[in-house]
């Protein structure tokens, strides 16, 4: 639990309104890394380091250098096509699936790396977790079973399953409006609903890291507010990294923001720095025309 | 600004196969093999096919070992259904393999000069290959596709127009029943013309009887892909034809079928590739001559796989050995129509 | 009629028609025209066959449905006739289902391979192999299966035989493997490959990329990515492709007839050299047959063509369900 959800035992209750802007409110370079005594970061570090990713001869994203550390939210903003996408998916490594796709660079998980000859790809992906830009709940299978699917495909073991349903679904804010129907299709829930569904999803094979891909772009404003406030009750338990368009929404829930750009070449990172002083008081003046609104 | 080329980095795909995992399933393979041929040799299983079963055991088994072993025992259904898949793709690709070796291997053997010179009217089946030849089949499955191609190809193209351009009220039964059409099987197709045209009409067996038969087959054929073509033409090339103030004919004429023409001719060479080796309903509907006959609405026809399938019913070596050199250059005409149907669709066919 | 509109009061929508000219209403007409040959074209099918059908009911009465005998009498009064396609009905069906339980399997493992295993130059070339076989005249398959098939196809079947035969299906009244529904069936699925193939690679390939992507980020293998994502998605469109291969191997002619003994007799023991097949009966009797016979065959043909209308009907029904569901 962190500091400002600690003052607010009944967090489910809050206002989203509230929650919004009390998390806003804590984010702050000082109280950074700050956590509520005896609670340590159950999340791995990632770092990457000088990553490259390729298209075919496209070049899409050139020496990108970034370090995660555990428990925290960073966000990724940029315009489109500066290769925000393209890089979280080099880091769980779903960039393998276009046929020509080719990379270059580390991608590091507690200080292995993921791309080392011999790794098992399903158990990276199983450590760092995915939410899309569009929900995509499996419609054949029940609440239920979509929460617990990637335990049955991993064939991991579980001593309760009712328990870690119930875990996931309260940990995604989902469990008081689907604990009476988890039997039901999830084709039925709205698409916030099936939004905190995908990341109870993620959540039961406990993974490290959570890598969110425009998380709320395809949701209305009231679960988008659902949505992040999920994201800081799980940023004390896990690193959390988000690609976003919406600058005010990195601004509510990270801890750091990266700022990448791609000028007519390969997409790179300009800069990052905490989420404050990127807002703020940006270094390079290319952030400072970005996050003002002057392109984009 | 610090403008970096970044000439020295390398893409790689870290995913690939590294030279290591190549060297492990080629020893798989290898082990597998020589496993296999111990198979053979020690046990009862017979020849090349229990060779190629207990090799594909072999492989599957050692397969299974090695990833589980990398993997875990997670990897072992993963394992086991690639495996599965991998067998099953190649046991599909076994008969092909065998039909295209059987039929060059034999039709190559009887392969002579005076099979496209003469007919059969002055030799028998039964006789060595070197008398008579399949010329009157030759031209008599050419007679039949020429008047095939006359009647299906403006049926199916505007059977597809109406389905793309027309599209009115029975459009949707109309789909419904080229699809219906194209399941209708061969024989019902000869029997059918039959007892329509050959019982009820002047027309007897004869050529044109064949060619109506065949293209009871080959108008789905050509819809299905002409329609397929059509609806590729994009709906801003016909609607500029209409903003300018052409009818819909001129559109039709002089936009939408020139930019599908490729397309239709490969619809036409794919109609034509469906009914040229078609036997069941010429068995109904030419007769089965012996002799060259030029005649499409008089006298009986023969064809190429009408001859084929007399000489396999026949029976005798001589026949089959007719049989199979008809079939090779039956093949080798149905190959280059698919060859040629392929290069003019180009990619936007599957 | 007043200019001005009252409150309240709400225009009719004017119906929109178009005039179309001259040479756009021929157009229509002569396409409209030529767009419902294929509906007559069947329609005669229907009604063409279904006369003589009607005319052998007439002489032989629904017995010549179940009935698995095919007796011309001579007698002093002319020939008399006890007809019936029971046995080539059973026999048909029986072989489609030793094509199917054969054929579909390997099909989906094609499909799977061709969708998501096989690299992008070895598609595109295996591809074309599999609509080439489908090229394939069946009467090639007839002369493969013939002599290159059934030697090897007998040699498994008394392998089968020899160690299965206390399963009824297996077993055999006689030690007689050759030209049997086993081996008809094995040409037969290799003969609806291409079809079933081509069904299941255009299913397997609408299958949401959405979802797949999910699969894998939950640490999926390919196989549990087919198995939760792949499969529950396209089941319903495989059954439709496994149909339509049902449709094909109904009618399917000579092939059939060059590796099957055809007896009138029903036989469910698919190992033993004596079966049936509407179609290929058809042509083993059509040249010795009498003008009655011939009205019988027209009428087993009629059964035939709508066996495999209603087949391929619902086949087409289902897959077009299915791919429409995937947009």
Redesign the interface.
């Known amino acids: 639990m962190s500091e400002n959800q600690n003052q607010n035992p009944e967090g489910e209750e809050m206002t989203t309104q509230a929650a919004a802007s009390s998390s806003l409110a804590s984010i702050s370079s000082e109280n950074l890394g700050k956590r509520a005594p005896g609670t340590k970061p159950l999340g791995a570090g990632l770092e990457a380091r000088?990553v490259?990713a390729?298209f075919g001869k496209h070049?899409a994203l050139?020496?990108v250098s970034l370090d995660f550390s555990a428990g925290t939210v960073t966000a990724l903003i940029g315009p489109s096509g500066c290769g925000k996408s393209t890089f979280i998916r080099t880091l769980?490594?779903?960039h393998?699936?276009i046929?020509s796709?080719?990379?270059?660079?580390e991608v590091l998980l507690d200080g292995k790396d993921v791309?080392?000859?011999?790794t098992?790809?399903?158990?990276?992906?199983?450590q760092i977790?995915?939410v899309?830009q569009?929900p995509?709940?499996?419609?054949?299978?029940t609440i239920g079973e979509n929460v617990l699917?990637?335990i049955?495909?991993?064939?991991l073991k579980v001593e309760n399953k009712d328990d870690l349903l119930e875990e996931c679904l309260v940990r995604a804010g989902l469990w008081k409006e689907v604990k009476d129907r988890l039997g039901a299709h999830a084709g039925g829930l709205s698409g916030g609903q099936q939004q905190r569904l995908?990341i109870a999803?993620?959540l039961a094979?406990k993974p490290k890291v959570l890598l969110m891909d425009e998380p709320c772009s395809a949701l209305d404003p009231g679960s988008t507010l659902r949505i992040e406030d999920t994201i800081n009750e799980l940023s004390s338990s896990m690193t959390i990294i988000i690609v976003t368009h919406n600058m005010q929404q990195a601004a509510r829930v990270s801890d750091y923001t990266a700022f990448f750009l791609s000028e007519g070449g390969?997409g790179q990172m300009i800069e990052v720095a905490p989420t404050s002083e990127i807002f703020s008081r940006p270094r390079d003046k290319r952030t400072e025309n970005y996050v003002s609104g002057r392109f984009g | 600004m610090s403008e970096t080329t970044f000439l020295d980095i390398k893409p790689r795909q870290p995913w690939k196969a590294t030279p290591k995992d190549r060297a492990i399933t080629f020893s798989v393979l290898l082990l597998a093999l020589a496993l296999a041929g111990a198979a053979v040799k020690l046990t009862g299983l017979s020849g090349k096919l229990g060779f190629a079963l207990s090799f594909l055991v072999f492989s599957t088994v050692l397969q299974i070992f090695v990833s589980v072993r990398k993997f875990g025992r997670k990897a072992l259904g993963d394992s086991i259904a690639t495996s599965l898949i991998y067998t099953g793709a190649t046991l599909t690709f076994l008969p092909v393999g065998s039909i295209l070796f059987i039929t060059i291997k034999n039709g190559v053997a009887g392969l002579r000069w005076n099979l496209f010179t003469t007919d059969m009217f002055n030799a028998s089946f039964l006789d060595p290959i070197g008398n008579g030849g399949l010329l009157h089949a030759l031209v008599g499955t050419v007679m039949l596709i020429v008047i095939a191609m006359i009647i299906s190809v403006p049926m199916g193209i505007m059977t597809a127009l109406y389905l793309t351009e027309i599209r009115g009220k029975g459009s949707t039964l109309i789909q419904f029943v080229v699809q219906a059409m194209s399941g209708v099987p061969s024989v019902v197709a000869g029997l059918f013309i039959f007892t329509s045209v050959i019982l009820l009409t002047p027309l007897k067996a004869s050529t044109t009887a064949g060619a109506l038969a065949l293209t009871v087959l080959m108008i789905p054929t050509v819809t299905r892909t002409a329609q397929e073509v059509l609806l590729l033409v994009p709906a801003d090339l016909r609607e500029a034809g209409l903003a300018m103030g052409a009818t819909q004919w001129k559109t039709v004429a002089t936009i939408v079928v020139p930019a599908a023409r490729n397309g239709l001719i490969t619809a036409t060479i794919l109609g034509v590739a469906r009914i040229a080796g078609e036997t069941a309903p010429l068995i109904f509907t030419i007769g089965g001559a012996d002799k060259l006959n030029l005649n499409p609405f008089k006298d009986y026809q023969s064809a190429m796989p009408f001859y084929v399938w007399k000489g396999l019913t026949l029976g005798t070596p001589e026949s089959i050995q007719r049989s199979w050199t008809a079939i090779l250059i039956l093949l080798i005409l149905v190959l280059s129509l698919f060859i040629a149907a392929r290069t003019l669709g180009g990619r936007r066919f599957k | 009629m007043s200019t001005t509109l009252e409150a309240g009061q709400i225009p009719a929508p004017r119906e929109l028609t178009t005039k179309h000219r001259r040479s756009d209403t021929i157009f229509r007409g002569v396409v409209t025209g030529f767009g419902m040959t294929a509906l007559l074209i069947l329609t005669l099918i229907g009604l063409f066959l279904s006369f003589r059908g009607i005319q052998t009911l007439h002489t032989q009465g629904f017995g010549f449905l179940t009935r698995s005998n095919w007796d011309v009498v001579q007698g002093d009064s002319g020939a008399t006739y006890n007809l019936g396609v029971g046995a080539m009905l059973f026999g048909t069906v029986l072989i489609s289902i030793v094509a199917l339980v054969i054929g579909v399997p390997l099909s989906v493992a094609l499909a799977l391979f061709l969708t998501f295993y096989a690299p992008a130059r070895v598609k595109t070339f295996l591809v074309s192999v599999v609509d080439l076989m489908a090229a394939f005249p069946s009467v090639l398959f007839g002369l493969w299966g013939f002599f290159v098939l059934m030697p090897l196809a007998t040699y498994w079947a008394k392998i089968i035989f020899k160690y299965l035969n206390w399963i009824p299906l297996f077993d055999a009244p006689q030690y007689f493997f050759e030209r049997s529904p086993f081996i008809a069936g094995l040409v037969l699925a290799i003969m609806i490959i291409p079809i079933v193939t081509s069904v299941a690679r255009e299913v397997f390939a609408q299958t949401p990329l959405d979802r797949i992507q999910a699969a894998y980020a939950l640490g999926a293998t390919k196989w549990g990515v087919i198995k939760t994502v792949v499969f529950p998605f396209g089941s319903s469109g495989l059954i439709g492709g496994a149909m339509l291969g049902l449709g094909r191997a109904f009618g399917e002619t000579v092939a059939v007839y060059s590796v099957l003994n055809i007896v009138f007799k029903v036989n469910f023991h698919v190992l033993y050299g004596s079966g049936g097949n509407v179609a290929s009966m058809i042509i083993q009797k059509w040249g010795e047959s009498t003008a009655d016979e011939t009205t019988a065959l027209l009428a087993a043909g009629f059964i035939l063509f709508l066996l495999t209308l209603l087949v391929n009907l619902g086949a087409n029904f289902i897959v077009r369900n299915t791919l429409k569901s995937g947009k």
């Open positions: 000088g490259h390729w070049h050139a020496n769980n490594r779903m393998e699936f046929p796709a080719a990379m270059a660079g791309y080392a000859a011999g098992d790809v399903t158990k990276i992906r199983l977790g995915m899309f569009k995509n709940p499996f419609p054949s299978m699917s990637g049955k495909l991993a064939q995908c999803r993620s094979v390969p």
